[in-house]
């Protein structure tokens, strides 16, 4: 057995005019509360230390610099460091980049027990549109506030197991799963915002969507025999809801432990990263069974093409 006591930190809305200061206290009291119960690694949303800004248009993208972080970490998060440090606990956690070139991303970071960052992710699939759109309800402008992420799906040697990490967005696309799959990993990690109403079709219900995120986080667990922990930001940002449906998965793809509520809420689970060796020695074993020479068009193309192979 390889033991991870994990817990989701589920963050409810941080409004426009939070500060810093008050969110980073909020993701302290999740962690001290999952100190109490042994946690191992604690997993916060995307985009965790401020609202989901990228529902607001500026048409000076440097207006949004006020989202961003230039260091990290920094005078904000260096509280949430210490904390963890003392608690020797990892964690894991998502915010606007701003590099010293001056590169926006959606970033999410692995930190170890003693506080020192050992994993970069930066979000790949980013939603939405880059220009104001008056057709949506609400706008959903990450396409202009950050560019894809350069550095692939990475997996790292972390607390004894093969980690890796996805946002949001990424959770949808099974590439983003089968890429780390392929690189052994144990443990997908990722934080979201998803909005509880589609901005495109004012129909669709809360209940479909959250099906769509669990038949997601479900299907890429079991497809490459990980554990898979998604943790929302949830309930009502700015006027704007976010739906929580913090989930932790096992490598079978059951949900073994789902909050409850839209706001801050802890979700603690222990789990044997040995339990991932059975699916990927079985159905799952790449090696014997994936037939990649067919698989040309998943890396030739984006869209949908007739072309002959
Ligand atoms: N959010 C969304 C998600 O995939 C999205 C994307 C865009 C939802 C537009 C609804 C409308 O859950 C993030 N943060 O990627």
Redesign the pocket.
Known sequence: MRNITVAAAQLGPIQKDDSRQAVVARMIDLMDQAKAQDVDLIVYP??ALTT?F?RWYHEDVAETDIWFEREMPNAATRPLFERAIAHGMAMNFGYAELTPEGRRF?TAILVDREGQIVGTYR?V????HGEFDPERAFQ?L?KRYFEPGDLGFPVFDFLGGTFGMC??????WPETWRVMGLQGVEMVVLG????SV???DAEENLER?LFH?KLSVQAGAYQNATWAVAVAKAGVEDGHPLFGGSIIVNPEGEIVAETQTEDDELLVHTCDLDATTFGKKTMFDFSRHRRPEHYGRIVAQTGVERSPD
Not at 167 to 172: E, K, L, S, V, Y
Not at 192 to 195: A, C, D, I, R, S
Request: proline fraction near 11%; include cysteine; glycine fraction near 4%.
């Open positions: 995307e985009l989901f990228p959606n979000k699939h980013l939603p939405g959903h990450e946002i949001c967005n990424d959770r949808r979201f915002n998803t909005p589609n901005s495109q969507r995120h």
